[in-house]
């Protein structure tokens, strides 16, 4: 199973609205509803931000939204903060019971 | 509040073999399906292994299968992994990961802190 395409790099400056794409195909994000983003730290765990392409868990500000069209996820974050700067990662489940995950995006708040 | 608390991690020469253990506190464990997810150093998020609530059902990646093997105690509310046979490319920091209750969501909503596994002769 082949990982999820995503930007290597994207920016911001605080208070704009940055998107990041991840692309898959019909046999992952195109077949399935459970798109899930995740933001990392720097030397700290993965935290969910986003599940079934659009919820979002209790505690996570509506800042943070997802979208899906086709074999393609998004992730918005709008009034971005300087805490946003962060590694972000899209999932996917997949056929034969996967998960894969994209490669990851580096938020670089301006 | 909900813990996972990874342990079992070390230096380990190619081809032997390592049993990771992840300790879980604050919520039922035996009612939620459980992941194993590995990051190599300075890279990505790798999804490794689930196993369901009950332990009947248990799915890996292509690049384990065969060589790892996903395991839970619910009297011990622990979560193992198995790795044999490993290789330098197994080298990451292996979270545990909290799946959705009753069910396989393939989303995770706590994690742990990791272990480090690094294989090298």
């Known amino acids: 199973q082949s990982a999820l395409t995503q930007p290597p790099s994207a920016s911001g400056s605080p208070g704009q609205s940055v998107t990041i794409s991840c692309t898959g195909t019909?046999?992952?994000?195109?077949?399935?509803?459970?798109v899930s983003w995740y933001q990392q730290h720097p030397g700290k765990a993965p935290k969910l931000l986003i599940f079934g392409v659009t919820e979002r868990p209790s505690g996570v500000p509506d800042r943070f939204s997802g979208s899906k069209s086709g074999n393609t996820a998004s992730l918005t974050v709008s009034g971005l903060q300087a805490d946003d700067e962060a590694d972000y990662y899209c999932?996917?489940?997949?056929?034969?019971?996967?998960?894969?995950f994209g490669g990851g995006t580096k938020l670089t708040v301006l | 509040q909900v813990q996972l608390v990874e342990s079992g991690g070390g230096v380990v020469q190619p081809g032997n073999s390592l049993r990771l253990s992840c300790a879980a506190s604050?919520?039922?464990?035996?009612?939620?399906?459980m992941h194993w997810v590995r990051q190599a150093p300075g890279k990505g998020l790798e999804w490794v292994a689930v196993?369901?609530?009950?332990?009947?059902?248990?799915y890996y990646a292509d690049s384990v299968k065969g060589r790892f093997t996903i395991s839970r105690d619910n009297s011990k509310k622990t979560l193992f992994l198995q790795m044999n046979s490993l290789r330098a490319d197994d080298t990451a920091l292996y979270y545990c990961?909290?799946?959705?209750?009753?069910?396989?969501?393939?989303?995770?909503?706590?994690w742990g802190q990791g272990t480090l596994v690094t294989v090298s002769s």
């Open positions: 999932s996917s489940s997949a056929r034969s019971n996967n998960l894969v």
């Open positions: 019909s046999s992952d994000i195109g077949g399935y509803n459970s």
């Open positions: 196993i369901s609530y009950d332990g009947t059902n248990k």
């Open positions: 604050g919520f039922t464990f035996s009612t939620y399906s």
């Open positions: 990961a909290r799946d959705s209750w009753l069910s396989v969501k393939y989303y995770f909503d706590y």
